[in-house]
T-cell receptor, first 111, second 114 residues
Framework: GENVEQHPSTLSVQEGDSAVIKCTYS??????FPWYKQELGKRPQLIID?????GEKKDQRIAVTLNKTAKHFSLHITETQPEDSAVYFC??????????FGTGTRLQVFP | DVKVTQSSRYLVKRTGEKVFLECVQD?????MFWYRQDPGLGLRLIYF???????EKGDIPEGYSVSREKKERFSLILESASTNQTSMYLC?????????????FGSGTRLTVV
């Protein structure tokens, strides 16, 4: 079955700097890679996703890149703001199968 | 507009008690999931259901069971609660089992077993 590893477990950045979170997956059949953000005391929410036929996707200050050959994908947040502080989860799944989540990254953005 | 509702935000139960965690969704989703969230371990899947009366084990089903008698409701049952089941429990639903389009999570139930 699929296994997803996520690094780092914690990340602290200065406001305005960039943040990068990396995930690797094991199942070459995985073809869908979402990212979820969980603010303190709140539910996880989907913020961006990418499918295996795309190498990069952007949405304002966030972007996700996918390297199918190396089986890793990354979340990039530019111009970080205090409201970006949260736990971020990556996930992966083969078509038609359930999501497998990474262990999460706690991002702290200091003003 | 709350779409996935978990019946309790906080619960305290005694060791050995039978515990029911309820989850209701109003989006007519086929797929529903129960996860537990522990620091450093992420979101681990306990059980999921892709249709009424259907269930599949996830990665950590031991000590748990589930019930899905109606499409909108998915219950997690701890047959005999133990202290190592103290955790945050999250319910989710989705249109597709793979989550394309997103999983919608409930607010979570923080269960403490004493």
């Amino acid at each position: 079955g699929e296994n997803v590893e996520q690094h780092p477990s914690t990340l602290s950045v200065q406001e305005g700097d960039s943040a990068v979170i990396k995930c690797t997956y094991s199942d070459s059949a995985s073809n869908y890679f979402p990212w979820y953000k969980q603010e303190l005391g709140k539910r996880p929410q989907l913020i961006i996703d990418i499918r295996s036929n795309v190498g990069e996707k952007k949405d304002q200050r966030i972007a996700v890149t996918l390297n199918k050959t190396a089986k890793h994908f990354s979340l990039h947040i530019t111009e970080t703001q205090p409201e970006d502080s949260a736990v971020y989860f990556c996930a992966a799944t083969p078509s038609g199968d359930k999501l497998i989540f990474g262990t999460g990254t706690r991002l702290q953005v200091f003003p | 507009d709350v779409k996935v509702t978990q019946s309790s935000r906080y619960l305290v139960k005694r060791t050995g008690e039978k515990v029911f965690l309820e989850c209701v969704q109003d989006m007519d989703h086929e797929n529903m999931f129960w996860y537990r969230q522990d620091p450093g371990l992420g979101l681990r899947l306990i059980y999921f259901s892709y249709d009424v009366k259907m269930k599949e084990k996830g990665d950590i089903p031991e000590g748990y069971s589930v019930s899905r008698e109606k499409k909108e409701r998915f219950s997690l049952i701890l047959e005999s609660a133990s202290t190592n089941q103290t955790s945050m429990y999250l319910c989710a639903s989705s249109l597709k089992v793979s989550g394309q389009g997103g999983y919608t999570f409930g607010s979570g139930t923080r269960l403490t077993v004493v």
